[in-house]
C-alpha cells in the first residue's frame, strides 16, 4: 500500500496540528471525517486522537430495534465564540441510521437481513451525490461489527457506538474497515492489493469491509480482478460499494451484490431536518429561508447543509453589521442569487397581461440586481410549471409561502391549460435563445416580448373555431362557370342539362351522351326544345342521331336547332375549366380567406410552385 496517501489533513485537531486539544474535544463525526479520503491503506494512519467525549452514555439495547433515541451525537450548544467553528454536514453526519432520514425502506430491508442473520457479502449503495451512501456504508460497517458496550453483542442495525469498532469506525481507523475512493484507484494493481489482502482474517473485528466509493470509476480489468473475489468471498469479508452511476457497472457485479437505492430525499423532510439542526445550533431561521435551502439542495442532505452553513454565516455577518442574526429567506435567496420570487410572479403578470413596458421595466430591474437572463427565463418558467402542476392535480401549488401558493392557485385557476403549455413552449424557446445569445439580456427581452405578443393570439384551438365559423358565415363559394364569354348562358339550366345527359346515359344512349357531354354548348333547354351551338371544328349533323337518342330516353320528340355561337361551355369544357379554376378555386376558399384574417401577414405558399410571383393568390379570374 506504498501509495496510501499521507494521513494527515491538516485538521487543526489533530495531534500536532498545534492547537492544544481543549475541553471541547472533537466530535466522533469530525474525527470519523478526518479519515475521510485517506482510506485506502488506513491500516497504517496513525490514532488520531482519543475518543470523542460527546457520545451518548451507553445503552443497554443491543438487539435489533429500529426505535432508538434520536438523541444527537452533539448536544445542542449556544454558540461559542472560542469554539471552532464546525461545518454542519461534517457535525451532522448521521451516527445512526435513525439519523439516516429519508432512507426508511432501506433500513428497514437491512434490519431484516441483520435480524435473520441473512447477510449479503457484497452491497451496493447508489443514490446522486450526498444522498448518505457513504454514510450508510459506514453505518453498515457499524452494524455488522459493533459489539456493544459489554463486548459480547452481535451484529445490529442500532450500533452502540461506544464499543471499540464502533468508535474506531466512527473515527475512519478501524484496521479492519477499509475504505477507497475508486475514482483516484481505479486501476488493477488497486484492485489486486484488496484481493491480497481479503485472504487474511480481520485482525479485531468480526468482519473486514472494504468500502469503494465511486465503485463505478473502476477500469474494466479492475472489474474482472474484483469479480473472483466477488463470487466467492470469504466468510469473513464484507464490500459495501458505493456509487452515483449504478448504469456504469458491470452487470456480473450487479449480479453479485445487494442493492440499496438510496432516494433523494424529499425537500419537506430536508426543511424539518435542517430546522431541527437550526434548533440545536441555537440559531433563528425563517421558514421560508429553510424551505429555499431544501428547495436548492435538491434532494442532498450534504448540499443543504453546505448552504445552510453558508446562510448562518451570512446571517451573522449581518448581525454583525447591527442588523438581527436572523436566517431570512431574503438573504438566503441573495445569497443564493436567486431571483425574488415576488419580482418573477410580477414578471409573469405582465407577460399574462399583455404589459410590454412593465414587463420591460421588471426585466431590467432584475438584471440590474445581478439576476442572470437566463435564471429569468428559467424562473418563469419554474412558476408556469408549478401552475400546470397545481391545475393537473388540483391541489395546493408546491410554493413555499402562503401568499406564492394563493397567486399559483389563482393562476392555476383561471389559464386554461393550452395556453400554459404554450407559455411553456415559448419560454423554452426563450430560454434556448437565450442561452446561446451574444447579449443575453437582449435576447431575453425579445424572448420575453415574442411571449407577450404570442399570448395574445388564440391558441390553436380557438383559432379552429374562429376559422371555422368565419368559413360558415362567408358567402358560398364563387361559382365558376368559366372564363369563355358567354353573354345569356342559362347557367341554372345547365343543370339541367347535365340531368339530361344523365337520363341519357341511364337510357344506354352512351354514343349521343358523350357527344352531348363533348361538343354542345347548350343555350336552352326548354320542354322538347334543345338550342345549342358547337365549336367551329364540328361539321357533321348531330340532329338525327340527338333525336332518336332523346326520343329513346325520354319517350319525347324534341326539336334540336343548332346556333352558330353562344350557349354555356360543354360539359367535358366545363370540367376542364373546372381543373384550371381549381388551384384559384382553393385560394378563394372562406377557410382560407379566414386564416388570412386571422394572420394578415401570412402568405400562402404552393407546394407544387415557386412562391414568386408574390401575391399572385390575389389575382382574380
Ligand atoms: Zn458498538
Avoid at 122 to 145: E, Q
Avoid at 251 to 262: A, I, K, N, W
Avoid at 600 to 621: G, I, K, M
Wanted: with cysteine; net charge negative.
Amino acid at each position: 500500500m506504498g501509495d496510501s496517501p499521507d494521513n494527515s489533513d491538516g485538521l487543526p485537531w489533530e495531534p500536532g496540528a498545534g492547537d492544544a486539544p481543549e475541553d471541547n474535544a472533537p466530535s466522533a463525526a469530525e474525527l470519523e471525517d478526518a479519515g475521510q479520503g485517506s482510506m485506502f491503506g488506513a491500516a497504517e494512519a496513525e490514532p488520531v486522537a482519543p475518543p470523542a467525549t460527546e457520545v451518548p452514555p451507553a445503552k443497554e439495547t443491543p438487539d435489533v430495534a429500529l426505535t432508538v433515541p434520536s438523541e444527537p451525537l452533539v448536544e445542542p450548544t449556544a454558540p461559542d465564540p472560542a469554539q471552532p467553528y464546525r461545518v454542519l454536514a461534517r457535525k451532522y453526519r448521521p451516527q445512526t441510521f435513525s439519523e439516516l432520514i429519508g432512507q426508511e425502506p432501506m433500513v428497514r430491508t437491512l434490519a431484516n437481513a441483520i435480524a435473520r442473520d441473512r447477510l449479503a457479502h457484497a452491497f451496493l449503495m447508489t443514490g446522486v451525490r450526498g444522498v448518505g451512501k457513504t454514510s450508510t456504508a459506514r453505518l453498515i460497517a457499524k452494524a455488522l461489527n459493533c459489539v456493544g458496550p459489554d463486548g459480547k453483542g452481535g451484529p445490529t442495525i442500532d450500533p452502540c457506538g461506544v464499543c471499540e469498532p464502533c468508535t474506531a469506525i466512527a473515527e475512519g481507523r478501524h484496521i479492519d474497515v477499509i475504505e477507497m475512493d475508486a475514482a483516484s484507484h481505479t486501476g488493477v494493481d488497486d484492485v489486486r492489493e484488496i484481493i491480497e489482502a481479503v485472504r487474511y482474517s480481520a485482525v479485531s473485528a468480526r468482519y473486514k469491509i472494504y468500502i469503494i466509493d465511486e465503485v463505478h470509476m473502476l477500469s474494466r480489468n479492475a472489474f474482472n480482478a474484483l469479480l473472483k473475489t466477488l463470487e466467492e468471498p470469504p466468510a469473513h469479508v464484507k464490500f459495501l460499494f458505493a456509487t452515483t452511476e449504478v448504469d456504469k457497472l458491470p452487470v456480473t457485479v450487479l449480479s453479485r451484490t445487494q442493492r440499496f437505492d438510496l432516494r433523494r430525499i424529499p425537500a419537506e423532510l430536508l426543511k424539518e431536518h435542517f430546522a431541527e439542526i437550526c434548533r440545536k445550533e441555537g440559531v433563528e431561521a425563517e421558514d421560508e429561508a429553510l424551505a429555499i435551502v431544501a428547495n436548492a439542495a435538491e434532494g442532498s442532505v450534504r448540499d443543504g447543509l453546505s448552504i445552510l452553513d453558508q446562510a448562518i454565516a451570512h446571517a451573522d455577518m449581518g448581525a454583525d453589521e447591527g442588523s438581527d442574526s436572523t436566517v431570512t429567506a431574503e438573504r438566503v435567496q441573495s445569497m443564493l442569487g436567486l431571483a425574488d420570487k415576488g419580482a418573477q410572479r410580477r414578471l409573469l403578470g405582465h407577460l399574462l397581461e399583455g404589459e410590454a413596458r412593465p414587463l420591460l421595466a421588471g426585466v431590467d430591474e432584475q438584471y440590474a440586481l445581478g439576476v442572470e437572463p437566463l435564471a429569468m427565463m428559467r424562473a418563469l418558467m419554474d412558476i408556469v410549471h408549478r401552475i400546470t402542476v397545481s391545475q393537473v392535480s388540483g391541489g395546493e401549488p408546491d410554493a413555499p409561502s402562503a401568499e406564492e401558493r394563493a397567486e399559483l392557485a389563482a393562476w392555476a385557476e383561471a389559464i386554461p391549460a393550452g395556453r400554459l403549455h404554450r407559455l411553456w413552449q415559448l419560454l423554452l424557446k426563450g430560454h434556448e435563445e437565450v442561452r446561446q445569445a451574444p447579449d443575453p439580456l437582449v435576447s431575453a427581452r425579445m424572448a420575453l416580448l415574442r411571449t407577450l405578443h404570442a399570448n395574445d393570439l388564440p391558441d390553436p384551438g380557438r383559432l379552429a373555431q374562429i376559422i371555422a365559423d368565419a368559413a360558415a358565415n362567408a358567402p358560398s363559394a364563387p361559382t365558376t362557370t368559366g372564363s369563355e364569354g358567354t353573354a345569356e348562358a342559362p347557367a341554372a339550366k345547365s343543370i339541367d342539362w347535365r340531368d339530361l345527359v344523365a337520363k341519357l346515359e341511364d337510357a344506354g344512349q352512351h354514343l349521343a351522351a358523350s357527344t352531348m357531354k363533348l361538343q354542345i354548348r347548350p343555350i336552352a333547354i326548354e320542354s322538347e326544345l334543345l338550342r345549342f351551338s358547337r365549336d367551329a371544328r364540328y361539321k357533321d349533323d348531330i340532329g338525327p342521331q340527338l333525336r332518336e337518342a332523346l326520343l329513346a330516353a325520354t319517350g319525347e320528340r324534341w326539336q334540336i336547332e343548332q346556333a352558330p355561337e353562344g350557349g354555356a361551355p360543354s360539359l367535358v369544357e366545363q370540367e376542364q375549366q373546372a381543373a384550371a379554376d381549381a388551384q384559384r378555386e382553393a385560394r378563394e376558399h372562406p377557410m382560407v380567406k379566414a386564416a388570412f384574417a386571422a394572420f394578415p401577414d401570412a402568405e400562402l405558399l404552393e407546394e407544387t410552385q415557386t412562391p414568386s410571383p408574390r401575391r399572385d393568390w390575389r389575382r382574380e379570374a
